[in-house]
């Protein structure tokens, strides 16, 4: 399976912020965000990515990032040049998947819980069609919304519903698979000019092969997109890294227990880092895993 992250848009709700740096360079608390969406591929074991960007924040994110080969994996670059939806990065990124499964992911959106990477990689090895992930929201007016039934069969996908029938807002990750492609490259713009990754979705859910994983109690997803969620986002991350000891989305310590690297390259790594706690956090965790 291989990995897109679209790290794209103008990022406009969070100006002024965003008027000389991209969004996906902002920071959520100790990192940037790019980190997260990042680190979500790594933990279902995804090793390929692809960083679809504006021709303007490319440059930046691949100076934070480079080819990936710091952390065991291969990471390249392509441009949107304009946001033309989300279901384009399928397109732009048809190439990087080679007609096989992806999992495409926002540089926005954030996910946290216990068991994360079981339910990553549970949800890859069992992939017919596509897997698209629920949280609970108190506004579904606002999101993409998936309704399932007593079994939790997901049975419609509705965009901004004014009546929602739902509280599940589709989250901005997906699985899929080889189909992707080409069911996007059918699709036609929407009233707004953008290709919709809802319609991507409402074609497998025609087919009856698209499923919709809830992530409930104990799991925490942000979206990003606002100076309210950007600033909860960080001080969520500040509170669970200060009372566990924990740094989440540490993409160094997440290479090593995933042996993409080894305890020398992490302790490098962090050394390069080491006038930072984070530098001396990832030092400390190649000593006690080498």
Known sequence: MKGIILAGGSGTRLYPLTKSTSKQLLAIYDKPMVYYPLSVLMLAGIREILVISTPASLPALRNLLSDGSQLGLDISYAE??????????????ADHIGGGPSALILGDNIYHGAGFPRILRASRERLDGCVLFGYPVSDPER?????????????SIEEKPLRPRSDNAITGLYFYDS?????????????????????????????????????????TWFDAGTHDSLLAASQYVQVIEKRQGVRVACLEEIALRMGYIDADACHRLGAGMKNSEYGQYLMQIAQSLG
């Open 80 to 93: 949107q040049a304009e946001p033309r939806g989300i279901a384009e990065a399928l397109l732009i990124g």
């Open 143 to 155: 999101y993409g919304i998936g309704e399932t039934d007593a079994r939790g069969v997901l049975v």
């Open 179 to 219: 189909d992707a492609v080409e069911i996007a490259r059918d699709l036609a713009p929407s009233a707004r000019g953008e290709l919709e990754i809802t319609d991507v979705n409402l074609q497998y859910l025609k087919q009856g092969r698209a499923s919709l994983f809830r992530l409930g109690r104990g799991f």
